[in-house]
């Protein structure tokens, strides 16, 4: 089992910045690609970015491109997402999630998830 613990997020302006961080602890020997997924209210779950083990494999999604910065330190089990130049529709609930194997874009594909923090961009 992996437990993955969230922190960070909050209420900011549109254009402002957020980090959230997502610590992975238990049998951690097992993780591969960690990744952020977001929820908004009455959609459903989408992909944000992931990342692989070595740090080598960054997908993002189309609409974080170039605004969102994913990393991690393998030293601390640790994945961590940049937010910057944040507007209304990234408004959602963030969630961490960690697999076994290589980044994937499918919410399917990952086995343990964190538990979620909000996100609110006001415009």
């Known amino acids: 089992q992996v437990q993955l613990v969230q922190s960070g997020g909050g209420l900011v302006q549109a254009g402002g910045s957020l980090r959230l961080s997502c610590a992975a602890s238990?049998?951690?020997?097992?993780?591969?690609?960690m990744a952020w997924f977001r929820q908004a209210p009455g959609k459903e779950r989408e992909f944000v970015a992931a990342?692989?083990?070595?740090?080598?494999?960054?997908p993002y999604a189309d609409s974080v491109k170039g605004r969102f910065t994913i990393s991690r330190d393998n030293a601390k089990n640790t994945v961590f997402l940049q937010m910057n130049t944040l507007k209304p529709e990234d408004t959602a609930v963030y969630y961490c999630?960690?697999?076994?194997?290589?980044?994937?874009?499918?919410?399917?594909?990952?086995?343990?998830w964190g538990q979620g923090t909000q996100v609110t961009v006001s415009s």
């Open positions: 999630a960690v697999r076994g194997g290589p980044p994937r874009v499918e919410r399917r594909e990952y086995e343990y």
């Open positions: 238990g049998r951690t020997f097992s993780t591969g690609a």
């Open positions: 990342i692989s083990r070595s740090g080598g494999s960054t």
